[in-house]
């Protein structure tokens, strides 16, 4: 069973920096790419970061050169290092993990999400 394992949450004064971790654990055998969503109250959830396993990135413009992605493909974990952060930054962080293969079901690539975890940046 795959689960998506989040840490790193909490609450930061404007300006400051804060770094998510995520990792998948299960019998995984790969993963095509991992990222990171947010979801503010009374607003959609949006892509805020994504690396793929051969390490390309996307980022929301809103975050560009404020927050890095990263990866380590050997254990299966995402890390987002956030900084000079907003108070529209305030959200619940969740983590993605799409085109999962296991080795249990290998012709299946499937989406994961994670629980979340809540980001409060104060002003």
């Known amino acids: 069973q795959v689960q998506l394992v989040e840490s790193g949450g909490g609450l930061v004064q404007a300006g400051g920096s804060l770094r998510l971790s995520c990792a998948a654990t299960?019998?995984?055998?790969?993963?095509?790419?991992m990222g990171w969503y947010r979801q503010a109250p009374g607003k959609q959830r949006e892509l805020v970061a994504a690396i793929t396993s051969g390490g390309s990135t996307n980022y929301a413009d809103s975050v560009k050169g404020r927050f890095t992605i990263s990866r380590d493909n050997a254990k299966n974990t995402v890390y987002l290092q956030m900084n000079s952060l907003k108070p529209e930054d305030t959200a619940v962080y969740y983590c993605?993990?799409?085109?999962?293969?296991?080795?249990?079901?290998?012709?299946?690539?499937?989406?994961?999400w994670g629980p979340g975890t809540q980001v409060t940046v104060s002003s």
């Open positions: 299960g019998s995984i055998f790969s993963i095509n790419a």
């Open positions: 993605n993990a799409d085109g999962l293969v296991t080795i249990t079901f290998p012709h299946l690539k499937l989406a994961y």
